[in-house]
């Protein structure tokens, strides 16, 4: 090994190799449950049609060995590697620790690739021989794929002795998840396994008799390290399902009663819908989820209606899968603030084996708080990337395993608590799995009859993200989707092709994907097929209308109670005091953020305009300010100057710079979504006059979105304002959350148009007026009040906002400098 | 009205579809011959209950129901009469 490849298996002060388990090897595990409690249940499989199949620790013992002697039997010898494309059920999982026990090493192949695609891998790794459960299809001719079904179904185990195995040998072989052809393959050791097994242990408490239920397939390494090694080592049980099937995976969690369900959040999300009057058992205690971005409202859901609280885990192939998992005993105050109640639910803490550090592009860890790139070092480090030392040394640079994952992390409770904030690369994550968007654009020009293709990701509540692929065709269009089903795996097929003209690209030539990723957003939302009325026959032109406000009376008494009550509203929240350096600040606020979309500091002094400049472009792009009314209070170019030093005005465009209330608003409703602001940064320069005088008013748009019904919500899904095809939908889904594109309009009209089937004039204007009066009747409105030095970050996705005014008083002011930020 | 609602959810099924070769949806093809995976299924549940505003009951989210358009058909307009 390398100096780093050395570094980067360290633990603290003990090095890779030096033991971290109870058991040595998996096999000694294996060896050691079978005479422990031989006759307890290891695993159940549970088939498509229901039907269970259960082995206990002693038939797995003589079954693998059976397995073992018919894989010796195909001419396979120690340190060979033999391929396996496995299926979830207890055939495959006696081959697997079949083979295992003849000292090879398992290469395990996706039964979802195209068979072609399977016979590559296993070439290019030299496998001895490929075995494919029977579920898996043959394969055409000239590919030799053994069936396991043919190993003999009993024999004399005894005949059977494992070969000694160093802790350090290679143990099984994985693609990179998602992978295509340009993909990697990770190398396990035994002792990354054991060493990963003895952590999850650690962390869920597992032990003898208890039942983890794992929905996700065995060929990927969550399942494969949790729900089979994991729990063999523990003597615990598994129980596995062939695959997720949402409409019977409800009925298989009441019939099996796990203590721990283990998953990726689409499952959560499917399960939620149609896992009905849940009849949750007793004995489920938690649900893992992993491989892809958990949202809190997902596991607020679960959370209420299945109480259990979502533990989040994250890792990867290449670390054994699990580095870090939020823990099972936190307080319910801190489980709320690290998961439910934060933007991004945190992926918990390191778990035993390994260090996790956040750090910069030039291998310094960052403070607190800081964004930089999540590393991983210790005994769960994978060995290698199969016959590519190149890739390894690149991995294992500077001594720790780079993730490419970007994320800070937060100290709470004596605990470092860890947050993923987005991938370095060009990546998606659909189903839990990861696909490169550059490999899929390879394979996409690379179709004959493409003459320019490329791909960009989209949210998919279901799915995660969603691949879409926009095309140029050299002449008439062809059957791209069909080319790519035989050479990528099918999760990185596209979901949907785009046919255009052109993409985008800059004078170089490179593609602009941001760029076509709005025109994607642009031309999809645009020709979504939209919800059709009951009984009808298809969709319809858009409603259009009129909406006003002038003259509700229920809504002027709520407006003039928010915003001119003179109360001072709860603070929202306590500025964080924070030394005068944009670096600082910019760190603490984006923590603060994160965990609530809204960040207050309080500074020794005001920022000078350059520095406050620099803090704006750490969280984002500053938007110039073009309106030629606020140029006289615009500071180069992009800072505004809030001087209030006069009365209320009817003047709309003077109106921030006046001392009359200011009507609840999202910056920009009108605005393109592809520049609607994210962030609103506002810091005090001078104040003076009372609290309850030019409070900044904040209401969280969540707590809106509940107060109206799901067919009002559907309303403002499909409502815009008239004559602004590029503005957003006035309520759209966002990472989970409902975010609204609005304004109160006081006095003023709203001319706008719904493409609901079905939605009348009169029921979209009751529907605007009803969200009116929710932005004004807030369980918990907040306020933010000012003084020298005050830095606060309103998220435009998570809060309405406004200003509120009590009697105007001579003398009595304030500056304010603002800055618009579009996301970066 | 039923072939309103035969018309709604063939269209529905159509967009859920993975099938790129225009071939028209049967009322009586399965799902699964139209490329439906899990979550698709999942998602025609959520349009479907979105477009007709109704809600399924537990006992009608099976394999049986969610089989083809003819079977979601027979459930939907159920579920509407119940309903009215």
Redesign the interface.
Known sequence: MTDDALAAHGYHATAYGVPMAEHATILDALRYRALDCPNEPYLTAVAADGGQETITFAQLAARSAIAALWVRGLGVRPADVVGLVPTNDVLSVVTLYGILRTGATALILSPTDPPLRIDEQARAQSAAVLIRSPHVRPGPPGISLVSMSEQPGSGDAGKWSDPDLSPLSDAVMLGTSGSTSASKIVVQSQHNIVTNAEAVRRHHGLRGGQRLLSFLPIYHANALNLALFGTLYAGAHAVLPH??????A?RVIEQTRPRIISVAP?IL??LL?????PDVPEELEHVVSAAAPLTADTARAVRERWRVPVLQGYGLTETTNFSTTVPCDLPAEVYREMVTDAAVPSIGVALYGNEVSVRTAAGEPVVPGAVGEICIRGHNVMDRYAGNPAATAEAFRGGWFHTGDLGYSVGRSGREFFFVTGRIKNIAKV?GEMVSLDEVDRALRAVPGVRDAACVRRQDR??GDSVVAAVCFVDAPV?V??ALRERIPAVAVP?R?VVLPMLPRSRTGKLLRPDLAAKLDQLITGAE?T??V?????PEPPVVGTFSAAGDPQLTRLRRALLEGGRVLPAAPEPVATPADPAAVGAELTRQLAVRGIAVVSLPAPLGVDAFIELGHRLGRPVPERDPAVQPYVARGVVLNLVMSGGPTDDVALQPFAGGPLSLHSEGSGRPVSRQFRFIVLMCRERSGPDSEFQTVLVPMAQVARALLP?QL?ILRHTRYHGQPEAPTIARDVGGRVVFAFRDFVDSVLHWECTLGGATEAEVNDTLAALTRAMYAPAVPLGLTWSAGTVAVIDNTWFFHGRSAGRFLPGAGRHLARLRLLEH | ?NE??I??VS??VS?RS?R??GAAVRAEGALTDLGFD??G???L??DIE????VR???DQ???EV?HSVDSIVTAVTRL?GRSS
């Open positions: 695959g997720f099937d949402p409409l019977r409800g689409t999300e499917a819908q149609t896992w009905r009057d189903r279901l799915t059957d989707l069909a979901s092709i097929p919800a059709v009951p009984g009808g026959s298809g067919r559907d | 009205m309103d609602v018309a709604v269209a529905l967009r993975s790129t070769d899990s979550l299924v999942v998602g549940l959520m979105e477009t007709f505003s399924f009951p537990a989210i099976t394999p969610f509407r």
